[in-house]
Nanobody, 113 residues
């Protein structure tokens, strides 16, 4: 099994930016990698996916504001978040979209003035 470690979360003001990193303990080159988030009191939701082809998919709520990228050589994926809104608050996780691995601890993103 591959383990994931998310980092980069912080408290940021609305309109600000953050960059998240997900480091995997093994090879992710064949994985469809995804970022998820869990808002306070809500279910975990899919935010973005990165396919092995290099294509990406985004939830409508973040499209145009978030950019997901990956570096297979470093077994890492990233999430650049711009124009942050209070609704983006939550714990952010990464995982293999097609076959879930154990969830990491996530990284807390709080958007508040």
């Amino acid at each position: 099994q591959v383990q994931f470690t998310e980092s980069g979360g912080a408290l940021v003001q609305p309109g600000g930016s953050l960059s998240l990193t997900c480091a995997a303990s093994g090879n992710i080159s064949t994985y469809i990698m995804a970022w998820y988030r869990q808002p306070p009191g809500k279910q975990r939701e899919l935010v973005a996916r990165s396919f092995t082809s290099g294509n990406t998919w985004y939830a409508l709520s973040v499209k145009g504001r978030f950019t997901m990228s990956r570096d297979n050589g470093k077994n890492s994926v990233y999430l650049q978040m711009n124009s942050l809104e209070s609704e983006d608050t939550g714990v952010y996780y990464c995982n293999n979209f097609a076959e879930f691995q154990p969830w990491g601890q996530g990284t807390q993103v709080t958007v508040s003035s």
